[in-house]
C-alpha cells in the first residue's frame, strides 16, 4: 500500500497559480493510477485529474486547460499545476492512488490510498 503526502496548499488570489505536490512512498509509482480529488465544504468529494499507468492523462471538464496533471515515476512526485484560478476551485486537494482502475479513473471507489489533504483557497 503506497503512503501519500500532498503539499503546496494556499491561499491565491482569482487569476493566480499553484503547483500541488504529492509525494509517494512504500509502493512502485508506475505501478499505480494517480488521482486528484477535490472537497468543499458541504460538497461531496469530487474527481479533478488523473494520470494513469499507461501515462494517458484525465480531467474534469472544469479545470480542463487550465489545469495540469504530470509524475515523476522515478522521484515518486505527482504534482498538479493550476493556472487561471477561480473562487470555485477552493477546496481540500486531495491526492489518491489505485491500481487495476482501468477506464474508471473518476470513480473515487477505485483508489485504495488517501493522502491527508491540503488547502487550497482562491479569492475573488
Known amino acids: 500500500q503506497v503512503q501519500l503526502v500532498e503539499s503546496g496548499g494556499r491561499s491565491v488570489q482569482a487569476g493566480g497559480s499553484l503547483r500541488l505536490s504529492c509525494a509517494a512512498s512504500g509502493g512502485i509509482l508506475s505501478m499505480y493510477t494517480m488521482g486528484w480529488f477535490r472537497q468543499a465544504p458541504g460538497k461531496e468529494r469530487e474527481f479533478v485529474a488523473a494520470s494513469s499507468w499507461t501515462g494517458d492523462t484525465h480531467y474534469v471538464n472544469s479545470v480542463t486547460g487550465r489545469f495540469t496533471i504530470s509524475r515523476d515515476n522515478t522521484a515518486k512526485t505527482v504534482t498538479l499545476q493550476m493556472n487561471s484560478l477561480k473562487p470555485e476551485d477552493t477546496a481540500v486537494y486531495y491526492c489518491?492512488?489505485?491500481?487495476?482502475?482501468?477506464?474508471?479513473?473518476?470513480?473515487?471507489?477505485?483508489?485504495?490510498?488517501w493522502g491527508q489533504g491540503t488547502q487550497v483557497t482562491v479569492s475573488s
Open positions: 489518491a492512488a489505485g491500481r487495476g482502475i482501468g477506464s474508471n479513473v473518476r470513480l473515487k471507489e477505485k483508489y485504495t490510498s
